[in-house]
């Protein structure tokens, strides 16, 4: 249903662009958002943004550095990320909440994919 891909191993002040490409729902209608969870850290909301890409949502370690975007016609969310740090180091979900659900918090999430590594670290 979520495939995430493009992590990777980055230098600090590095960037990387993930993407999500969705399938088997109706893409357009769900908000999409992106989770992170660290080594021995909980799960944590990275980002969010509505069906129509209007309304975007930034956790504040994300604000001013990463960037949420969507391609309906591709069924494709993306997570442009800059200036990274050591501490982004994680693992990145992505996950989609139905049309009718809340919030952005990982309990209005439906779908989850399996997620990609970052790791930044010189």
């Known amino acids: 249903q979520l495939q995430a891909s493009g992590g990777g191993l980055v230098q600090p002040g590095g960037s990387l662009r993930l993407s999500c490409a969705a399938s088997?729902?109706?893409?357009?209608?769900?908000?999409m958002a992106w989770f992170r969870q660290a080594p021995g850290n909980e799960r944590e909301g990275v980002s969010c943004i509505s069906g129509d890409g209007d309304s975007t949502y930034y956790s504040d370690s994300a604000k001013g550095r990463f960037t949420v975007s969507r391609h309906n016609a591709n069924n494709t969310v993306y997570l442009q990320m800059n200036s990274l740090k050591p501490g982004d180091t994680a693992v990145y979900y992505c996950a989609a909440r139905p049309p009718l659900g809340g919030g952005c918090g990982p309990d209005a999430m439906a779908y989850w994919g399996k997620g990609t590594l970052v790791t930044v670290s010189s």
């Open positions: 088997g729902f109706n893409f357009p209608y769900y908000a």
